[in-house]
């Protein structure tokens, strides 16, 4: 149903390096990018995706008064260690290990990362192992 997903964040570079290492584990790496002339905000944008389609989006405009929630399919187990790794090595902060979380269903194997803006980032994989 959702084509795409884009916020604001308070340093443009510094969550866009973020962003870069910390989804490439799913598979995302930056598929577009505009400089401030290029958009209708004057804010730089990145565009994050996969098979050359950005749906995920970070816009330099400034950060968010509250915190987001953004969860994010993997195929398998490994790949959501490999995203909670990855995050965290880019500067992530640990908001919730890999690991099963029974309380949604028997299956619900999840990570969560706080950005650097402290956007909760969760990448979950709904198959059992």
Known sequence: MIDHVGFPVADYAVSRAFYAAALAPLGYSLIMEFGPDETDMGHAAAGFGRDGK??????????????????????DRVTVDAFHAAALAAGGRDNGGPGLRPHYHPSYYAAFVLDPDGHNIEVVCHVPA
């Open 54 to 75: 950005p749906d995920f989006w970070i816009g330099g405009e400034g950060g968010l008064t509250g915190v987001l929630h953004v969860a994010l399919a993997a195929p």
